[in-house]
């Protein structure tokens, strides 16, 4: 194929890559799992990169440096961040705030170290620098005069410069210390939390509103399959906000009364949700 076809297959599957990834976040029940099959599609996605470029010719040199350079890194820096999160999560404490907290910590040391390690080049490449990019990103040569990763000669020459491998590892350094200061200030919230005083939520609307949710919610079969009876679920729901709903069958006669939309209070609240989702779009 040509490099203008390689550079368009590789821009597809790369937007395909990201789509599976966002998808798993959402259909995986936590970021370990949802890291494990992310690494899984992440890895077919490369193995299908790399059968195309192993035997390609590149029409000029500057097509293989954006290939290499811009290209192929993401790929590469999302096998090394689901690497490093499920590595994490794998062996992490299930409890012990202070000791998550310090391994999060010695995670961000050692990519502090990286940094220190690679400054040259990291503002090499945060620059948008490109006198050296004949000598970083083509193919079969490296120069010894330039720093190398120790382990070059183990990697695919047909598949590998000396240093596309290390802006890889800079973008996922970048995307894995964003995850680590997450669960940092998710460990800060959750012991913050911990130091307040409980507080009872309270149903501060009026009890008709309650009333109305409460007999959609049970005639549209919400708990346990239709199974709950009506007062075992209205039982539940004044206990869950400290409130007594008296005669709830007077109450639903009231509703039933109204000259003019019974169900308010469920219209109030698929406008008001609506209204949010709108909102949602626009950011």
Same mark, same amino acid.
């Given at each position: 194929?040509?490099?203008?076809?390689?550079?368009?297959?590789? !821009?597809?599957?790369?937007?395909?890559?990201?789509? #599976?990834?966002?998808?798993? #976040?959402?259909?995986?029940?936590?970021?370990?799992?949802?890291?494990?099959?992310?690494?899984?599609? @992440?890895?077919?996605? /490369?193995?299908?990169? #790399?059968?195309?470029?192993?035997?390609?010719?590149?029409?000029?040199?500057?097509?293989?440096? +954006?290939?290499?350079?811009?290209?192929?890194?993401?790929?590469?820096?999302?096998? /090394?961040?689901?690497?490093?999160?499920?590595?994490?999560?794998?062996?992490?404490?299930?409890?012990?705030?202070?000791?998550?907290?310090?391994?999060?910590?010695?995670?961000?040391?050692?990519?502090?170290?990286?940094?220190?390690? !690679?400054?040259?080049?990291?503002?090499?490449?945060?620059?948008?620098?490109?006198?050296?990019?004949?000598?970083?990103?083509?193919?079969?040569?490296?120069?010894?005069?330039?720093?190398? =990763?120790?382990?070059? +000669?183990?990697?695919?020459?047909?598949?590998?410069?000396?240093?596309?491998?290390?802006?890889?590892?800079?973008?996922?350094?970048?995307?894995?210390? /964003?995850?680590?200061?997450?669960?940092? =200030?998710?460990?800060?919230?959750?012991?913050?939390?911990?130091?307040?005083?409980?507080?009872?939520?309270?149903?501060?609307?009026?009890?008709?509103?309650?009333?109305?949710?409460?007999?959609?919610? +049970? +005639? @549209?079969?919400?708990?346990?399959?239709?199974?709950?009876?009506?007062?075992?679920?209205?039982?539940?729901?004044?206990?869950?906000?400290?409130?007594?709903?008296? !005669?709830?069958? !007077? @109450?639903?006669?009231?509703?039933?009364?109204?000259?003019?939309?019974?169900?308010?209070?469920?219209?109030?609240?698929?406008?008001?949700?609506?209204?949010?989702?709108?909102?949602?779009?626009?950011?």
């Amino acid at each position: 194929m040509e490099s203008k076809e390689l550079t368009e297959r590789t !821009n597809n599957l790369w937007a395909d890559l990201k789509k #599976k990834i966002r998808d798993l #976040k959402v259909e995986k029940k936590n970021s370990l799992e949802a890291a494990q099959f992310s690494l899984a599609e @992440t890895d077919t996605a /490369i193995r299908s990169l #790399k059968s195309w470029v192993i035997t390609h010719q590149f029409d000029c040199w500057e097509s293989e440096v +954006h290939f290499f350079k811009e290209l192929k890194p993401p790929f590469i820096a999302k096998f /090394i961040y689901f690497s490093r999160v499920i590595s994490l999560l794998s062996s992490l404490p299930h409890s012990g705030t202070k000791l998550k907290k310090g391994i999060y910590e010695s995670e961000l040391e050692y990519l502090r170290y990286f940094s220190l390690e !690679n400054r040259d080049f990291m503002s090499y490449y945060r620059r948008n620098a490109t006198y050296m990019d004949r000598k970083y990103f083509l193919r079969f040569q490296y120069d010894l005069d330039v720093k190398l =990763a120790v382990d070059i +000669h183990s990697y695919d020459e047909r598949f590998s410069t000396s240093h596309d491998h290390l802006i890889a590892q800079i973008i996922a350094h970048d995307d894995y210390e /964003i995850f680590l200061s997450t669960q940092i =200030a998710r460990l800060k919230e959750k012991s913050f939390e911990e130091t307040l005083p409980k507080r009872e939520v309270q149903w501060t609307a009026p009890k008709v509103a309650l009333t109305e949710l409460v007999f959609a919610l +049970h +005639h @549209t079969h919400c708990f346990n399959g239709g199974t709950t009876s009506l007062s075992e679920t209205v039982k539940r729901f004044e206990e869950a906000f400290s409130i007594d709903l008296g !005669n709830y069958h !007077n @109450t639903l006669a009231e509703i039933k009364n109204r000259k003019s939309n019974p169900t308010r209070f469920l219209q109030l609240l698929t406008e008001n949700l609506t209204t949010y989702l709108d909102k949602e779009e626009d950011i």
